[in-house]
């Protein structure tokens, strides 16, 4: 039971222009959503979160937004730039259950 | 935010053997949780850790395969035991950061690649 989906394996955007990277959940139980940026041979880097109470989240270039009604959240990135070439992943967890959930990842390659 | 460091970064083993993983972090915290990243798969949590008491494993995963310690707030290891090439895979550390989630997130270690021949 994938609670987390990313539908989108990979994604290839234009160096300066939006990236969209989106993510559905299943369980409405929820109370945080957050993202990863993943290089080759590190580890996850959190990104920016937001919080089920809430529809947006800015932090810089990044932007999260979060539908709750669709189940459906995504991370706007821009401009974009070749450094953000990365795997992002969606995760969530629930307050008093603090095992995040995480999505299948979404492969950004930016183009110069 | 914490720091972690996590070793080895990489290994080759033979099946059936075992390997101990290490992670190390800069500051005192309550919960350290284990994952593995099976090829072009997600992030699976395997078992949470916590001081003083045994592991909280999760579906599918035991205490025979996967044994950890936490002898202490900074620190625990994860032992992958009697390998097959199905254990193959990147096995990470993460705490809550102690700022506290979930405006810091949660930070990983380097992550341990392995592959068993």
């Known amino acids: 039971d994938q609670q987390v989906k990313q539908n989108s394996p990979s994604l290839s955007v234009q160096e300066g222009r939006i990236s969209i990277l989106n993510c559905d959940y299943t369980?409405?139980?929820?109370?945080?959503f957050l993202w990863y940026k993943k290089y080759p041979a590190e580890g996850p880097t959190f990104l920016i979160s937001i919080s089920s109470i809430k529809d947006k989240n800015e932090d810089g270039r990044f932007t999260v937004f979060l539908n709750k009604s669709a189940k459906h959240l995504s991370l706007h990135i821009v401009p974009s730039q070749p450094g953000d070439s990365a795997v992002y992943f969606c995760a969530a967890f629930a307050v008093g259950n603090e095992k995040l959930t995480f999505g299948t990842g979404t492969r950004l390659t930016i183009i110069p | 935010s914490a720091v972690i460091s996590q070793k080895p970064s990489r290994d080759i083993c033979q099946r059936g053997t075992s390997l101990t993983i290490q992670c190390q972090v800069d500051?005192?915290?309550?919960?350290m949780f284990w994952y593995r990243q099976q090829p072009g798969q997600s992030l699976t949590l395997i078992a949470t850790a916590n001081q003083g008491s045994e592991a909280t494993y999760e579906s599918g995963f035991v205490i025979d395969k996967f044994p950890i310690s936490r002898p202490n707030l900074t620190f625990s290891t994860l032992t992958v035991s009697n390998m097959s090439p199905e254990d193959s895979s990147i096995y990470l550390c993460?705490?809550?950061?102690?700022?506290?989630?979930?405006?810091?997130?949660?930070?990983f270690g380097s992550g341990t690649r392995l592959t068993v021949v």
């Open positions: 993460s705490v809550e950061d102690p700022q506290g989630s979930p405006n810091y997130g949660y930070t």
């Open positions: 369980n409405s139980m929820f109370d945080y």
């Open positions: 500051s005192q915290v309550t919960m």
